[in-house]
């Protein structure tokens, strides 16, 4: 998938019950404390995935971002996406600080520790940026937020895998999390647009990130009122299990092959900074219409979420990737269309939607393959590879597009649909068959079902 996005990454079935009945409610079966645990988990994540859309290098600050080294130092798109790739890094080895979640509590907390420390960093470095003007200053404080969001988000990718499991509510969390971001995200777009159109780019730039330095608070508040976590110390006989459990997930075949597949299904030359050249320069749209467009993209996020349980919750994960790939494919095509506004408005809600289909396809795969008792370290692989992949394809579009098709977008669209259009023949890899979504991947093999606050 290659349509507008932020870097850093969804099942969302309510219940897992027998495959030929309806799934019910969770919170109707789950007992009182369940439903209390479950309410208080959903209020966390929510929170998080708020403070992500908003502060990411790919949220409030991104536009603002890429006018300022457009403008400012004349910078060209493959030097703007070399820039921004340096913060990917921090996403991408997000199994490190999941190994020192998994096994090494801070403050006397495996989760909430490392939460509250890593956002009490993005807070002053955004602050930091509110002061610099340099390119070359820029990049580290910037970096400093790259790597307490990645810590934040692994951290609370381990806190929704260990209780979704727990709970069987992986895709009601995993919604959940992708609706609140991309509420954020479409805030995030029309701030970043305005921002962008109304103020000298460097004011803008500065002004993103004093708002965004509010919004790493409101995860420490979230993690020492929301969690359901114990106190912990290092136990050294469960250090020993817990380590066993991450070499068995080195070992586990199926879990390389679903980390290949997320590999290639998110390797798609990317259309995001060549896309923002070609309406900047080309079609002439306003850095606030911008703006908006990708504000527009994330309310297609947010319908899709909505919509989601009705449409596809009761589909098998197979159907449900398959389905997101072909439609990201024609949404991916149907940017050759691509002449006007109101053109760019209709493809980026529908690539918006599409995306939001792949998100979940993914997400939920790579925490249906998380094994217990490594769970951060697991689902931080799963998501580095997916950050790795993209972060490659940003760089791939943009080179192609600047060297390779001399700054036309039609011959990159075509490419980039064609590849995505190839992860279809890689799903027989997976052996799925009519795995639930939601399922952790050995309850099929065992022969039992999850149900709801199990």
């Known amino acids: 998938m290659a349509l507008i996005q932020s870097t850093g990454w969804r099942d969302q079935s309510f219940g897992l019950g027998p495959m030929n009945e309806p799934s019910p409610s969770p919170q109707a079966d789950a007992p009182a404390h369940d439903r209390s645990t479950i309410n208080r988990l959903l209020a966390f994540f929510a929170i998080v995935y708020v403070a992500e859309g908003l502060g990411q290098v790919g949220g409030l600050i991104a536009q603002p971002l890429s006018y300022f080294l457009k403008q400012e130092h004349g910078w060209t798109p493959s030097e703007i996406s070399a820039y921004l790739t340096v913060f990917n890094f921090p996403w991408i080895i997000k199994p490190v600080y999941g190994i020192f979640s998994d096994f090494v509590p801070l403050f006397g907390y495996r989760r909430k520790g490392y939460l509250i420390a890593a956002n009490i960093v993005a807070v002053v470095a955004f602050l930091c940026v509110t002061q610099l003007h340099s390119p070359n200053h820029l990049v580290w404080a910037l970096e400093f937020t790259a790597y307490a969001m990645a810590i934040s988000s692994t951290v609370c990718g381990a806190v929704l895998v260990e209780n979704g499991q727990k709970l069987g509510e992986s895709g009601h969390f995993v919604n959940q999390q992708w609706l609140w971001f991309n509420v954020a995200a479409m805030a995030s777009a029309l701030g970043g647009g305005a921002l962008t159109n109304w103020l000298p780019s460097t004011s803008a730039l500065h002004t993103a990130a004093a708002i965004v330095a509010v919004a790493p608070l409101m995860v420490m508040l979230g993690a020492i009122f929301l969690i359901p976590e114990q106190r912990a110390r290092i136990d050294l006989p469960a250090l020993r299990l817990s ?30 900074t060549p896309l923002y050249f070609t309406m900047t320069d080309s079609l002439k749209f306003s850095q606030g219409y911008i703006g908006i467009l990708g504000s527009i993209s994330s309310a297609g996020w947010v319908v899709g979420a909505l919509l989601y349980r009705r449409l596809f919750g009761d589909l098998p994960s197979k159907r449900l990737l398959q389905l997101s790939i072909v439609l990201g494919t024609f949404t991916t095509a149907a940017y050759l269309l691509l002449v006007n506004e109101a053109s760019a408005a209709i493809l980026s809600f529908c690539g918006g939607f599409a995306a939001m289909l792949a998100t979940v396809a993914t997400i939920t795969l790579a925490a249906d393959y998380s094994p217990q008792r490594a769970e951060g370290f697991s689902f931080a692989l799963m998501m580095s590879i997916m950050n ?38 890689l799903i027989p890899l997976l052996h799925l068959g009519d795995k639930p979504q939601g399922q952790p991947a050995g309850a099929a093999t065992q022969g039992q079902a999850v149900q709801p606050g199990a």
């Not at 459990?245 to 199926?254: D, G, I, Q, T, V």
């Not at 990159?412 to 190839?422: E, K, P």
């Open 243 to 272: 380590f066993r459990s991450l070499l068995a997930a080195f070992k586990k075949r199926e879990l390389w092959i679903v980390g290949m597949f997320l590999f290639l299904y998110n390797f798609s030359p990317g259309l995001s």
């Open 388 to 425: 790795l992949a993209s972060s490659a394809a940003d760089n791939v579009g943009s080179f192609l597009f600047e060297h390779g098709f001399n700054n036309k977008l039609a011959p990159l669209i075509l490419v980039s649909a064609g590849t995505t259009a190839f992860a279809l023949v």
